[in-house]
C-alpha cells in the first residue's frame, strides 16, 4: 500500500525555521523522484521544490529558493524541506509527493501519489 506522512508542520514566527518530514513506504519511494507542494486557503495548490532520486538534483520555487533545501535519505525511505527566513506568505498546508519519473519536475501532474499534509503557520 502507498503512503506518504508528513510530519514537522507548526507555527513558528517570521524569520524562524522548520523542517519538514516526509516518510514513505518502501513501494513508494524508490526508484522515483520526490516534491513538496503546498496550498494556502484559497489558492490554487503551487510547487515548492523536487529531488531526483539520485539526489544529483534540485528544483525551487522562486518564492522558496535560497530559503528552503529539499534532500532525501533513501537508506531511511524519507525526504525533507528545511524551511529558513520564513514568511507569512509561507503559511499552508504542506504536501509531500512521489513523482513517476526519476528526474525532478514541478508539475503536479506528474506526481501520482500525494500525503495528507501538514499545516505551517507563519505569524507576523
Known amino acids: 500500500q502507498v503512503q506518504l506522512v508528513e510530519s514537522g508542520g507548526g507555527l513558528v514566527q517570521a524569520g524562524g525555521s522548520l523542517r519538514l518530514s516526509c516518510a514513505a513506504s518502501d513501494d513508494t519511494f524508490s526508484g522515483y523522484a520526490m516534491g513538496w507542494f503546498r496550498q494556502a486557503p484559497g489558492k490554487e495548490r503551487e510547487f515548492v521544490a523536487a529531488?531526483?532520486?539520485?539526489?544529483?538534483?534540485?528544483l525551487y520555487a522562486d518564492s522558496v529558493k535560497g530559503r528552503f533545501t529539499i534532500s532525501r535519505d533513501n537508506a531511511k525511505d524519507t525526504v525533507d524541506l528545511q524551511m529558513d527566513s520564513l514568511k507569512p506568505e509561507d503559511s499552508a498546508v504542506y504536501y509531500c509527493?512521489?513523482?513517476?519519473?526519476?528526474?525532478?519536475?514541478?508539475?503536479?501532474?506528474?506526481?501520482?501519489?500525494w500525503g495528507q499534509g501538514t499545516q505551517v503557520i507563519v505569524s507576523s
Open positions: 509527493a512521489r513523482s513517476y519519473l526519476r528526474v525532478k519536475t514541478s508539475n503536479h501532474l506528474n506526481y501520482d501519489y
Open positions: 529531488i531526483s532520486w539520485t539526489s544529483s538534483s534540485t
